[in-house]
């Protein structure tokens, strides 16, 4: 590129100050003895080939020199180099790019960047060619406009007018031409009046994104906050996990060396008594074979002196006073009844694992760093809407199920269901099938005067009501009067009356929540905030209130 710049009036060109090696724009520039000048890497790299024949030649002369030159740098020559860079990046910065519009004055494969429109030219122009418009003055009552986008797009195809007029009727651009033809009935006015009334609206639009931005930028600082403390909680957690079960681990260790020290000692305690014992025994065993020796022998001798004086010696009992008869038994325990006893510890410690560990891969799953907001409105709370069906096998003998599985209704005798484990016998209530885990939100109907709607666990205990045991949550209606029940606790709740309760449960963030619902409005009845550690199936209860005629409870199908 041999582009002429002009810096304090001398003209440069960068032609000039190229080496010819690499056609490029010399770097630390020497000049050899011949007046040419290369980037030290280049002319050094052509002179290390001729190494072999001992004679070095400029490249552009050919020029012999012997003995290679030694090169230093020309800085003269470097500082011109280096100022002709940098006007030339100072020029490229003003240089149109693919992004840019290009000025239309400008010649060359090269253009500046148009900075400024002329609406009366219809032309668009660089700094330096704009100058006219500022000195001469026809040129200044002209219209000038900030380049934003190329004129063409400002331009009516049909007529190759600038466009100045807007069509609220067909809601476009168009030229004051357009008006006299296609859009001669339509509502127009000019572009100036459109942009000030839209410009109001601009206004509305910023204050709402800015309020958008300040709301996303508060949640990014909520999140990352969030995020944070989860990291840390998470490292504590797992922190806690290795030092509390390593605490275990010691005090299980503990046990093992404390049990099999006990062993030992009694062990050796055992021993020690079982060989005294022995040596007794085995004296004792050696006078007694001594003595019967003795009497076996004096029982054949003939002389009776002899027999009668050697009798009566050794008629005296020679059995040790100490050691008295039965002393070996059998133990009455055996380190048998130990083992057994480790055992049932350990199936003990393993039950209790069994009966935790559940809770605690709930609980870690139902930890959220990003949960969805809240919802606020019924149609926000449809979103997440679902409808179980009723399960055969669990509801009452005295109340019928319909076709659908949505509806239970009382019946004044009884239904002969066969016999089920899941089946409730004593209250009138019944189960869903399905088991909810997840954000869900369902509606219940009943023409009775009193009547619950709960949720449960599985295994809840068949005997009991809902709401009375640990394992179910329930909201009663008793002619329009609210009442909740979980365990021991009942809570009496205020809101307005209604046939018809929501229900509305965020499992992972352990919420669950009743609402009163009439046409689209919803009325927060009560709330619970808890941690759960099974499926949650819906439930209803359906009590009697002295009425002959046919009440049920509904599950509504919502779309």
Not at 106 to 119: F, H, W, Y
Request: aromatic share 6%; net charge negative; glycine share 4%.
């Amino acid at each position: 590129m041999a582009e002429t710049q002009q810096e304090d009036g001398v003209g440069l060109d960068q032609g000039q100050f190229s080496c010819s090696v690499c056609l490029d724009l010399l770097k630390e520039p020497v000049t050899v003895q011949c007046g040419h000048s290369y980037c030290r890497g280049c002319i050094e790299g052509c002179w290390d080939l001729e190494e072999d024949k001992g004679q070095f030649s400029c490249p552009q002369c050919r020029e012999i020199f012997q003995p290679r030159p030694i090169l230093g740098k020309n800085h003269i020559l470097a500082e011109v180099v280096e100022k002709l860079k940098g006007t030339c990046t100072q020029q490229n910065s003003s240089c149109a790019g693919p992004e840019d519009v290009a000025c239309d004055f400008c010649i060359g494969a090269t253009r500046n960047k148009a900075s400024m429109s002329c609406l009366t030219c219809l032309a668009s122009y660089c700094a330096a060619h704009l100058q006219p418009h500022h000195r001469v003055s026809v040129l200044k009552t002209h219209k000038l406009v900030s380049v934003t986008v190329p004129l063409h797009l400002k331009m009516c195809l049909q007529h190759n007018k600038l466009m100045e007029v807007y069509c609220r009727t067909d809601r476009r651009c168009i030229c004051y031409l357009c008006t006299l033809d296609s859009h001669n009935r339509h509502s127009n006015i000019s572009a100036a009046a459109e942009r000030a009334a839209e410009q109001e609206q601009l206004i509305l639009d910023q204050q709402r994104v800015q309020d958008r931005l300040e709301e996303r930028e508060d949640e990014l600082d909520e999140l990352l906050q969030a995020l944070k403390r989860f990291k840390s909680c998470s490292q504590t957690a797992v922190e806690s996990i290795d030092v509390i079960i390593d605490e275990l681990i010691a005090f299980l260790e503990k046990r093992r060396y404390l049990g099999k020290q006990m062993i030992e000692v009694r062990e050796k305690a055992a021993i020690a008594q079982a060989e005294e014992l022995q040596l007794q025994l085995e004296e004792e065993i050696s006078k007694l074979r001594k003595r019967y020796a003795d009497l076996e022998q004096l029982s054949k001798t003939d002389d009776h002196i002899h027999f009668i004086q050697t009798f009566q010696s050794l008629s005296t009992p020679c059995e040790s006073p100490d050691l008295v008869p039965g002393a070996v038994v059998r133990p009455r325990h055996s380190m048998e009844t130990v083992t057994k006893s480790v055992s049932e510890l350990k199936n003990n410690i393993e039950d209790l694992i069994k009966i935790t560990w559940p809770k605690i891969s709930a609980t870690v799953c139902a930890v959220d760093v990003v949960l969805p907001p809240v919802p606020k409105t019924r149609e926000e709370f449809l979103r997440y809407c679902c409808t179980p069906t009723l399960d055969n096998n669990s509801v009452h003998s005295y109340l019928s199920i319909s076709k659908e599985n949505r509806r239970v209704t009382c019946r004044d005798h009884d239904m002969c269901y066969s016999h089920h484990s899941d089946r409730f016998p004593g209250v009138k209530q019944v189960l869903c099938r399905e088991g909810l885990s997840e954000r869900c939100y369902w509606e219940v109907t009943s023409t009775c005067q009193a009547w619950s709607v709960a949720v449960a666990y599985k295994s809840i205990n068949r005997a009991s009501e809902f709401g009375t045991n640990q394992e179910s949550w329930s909201l009663e209606s008793s002619k329009g009067v609210y009442t909740f029940r979980h365990y021991y606790t009942t809570t009496a709740v205020t809101g307005p009356p209604s046939s018809r309760i929501g229900v509305y449960l965020d499992y992972k963030a352990g919420i669950l929540s009743f609402y009163s619902v009439s046409d689209e409005t919803m009325t927060l009845l009560h709330q619970v905030q808890t941690s759960f550690t099974q499926p949650l199936y819906p439930g209803l209860v359906l009590k009697d209130d002295g009425s002959y005629s046919r009440r049920y409870a509904e599950l509504v199908k919502l779309s």
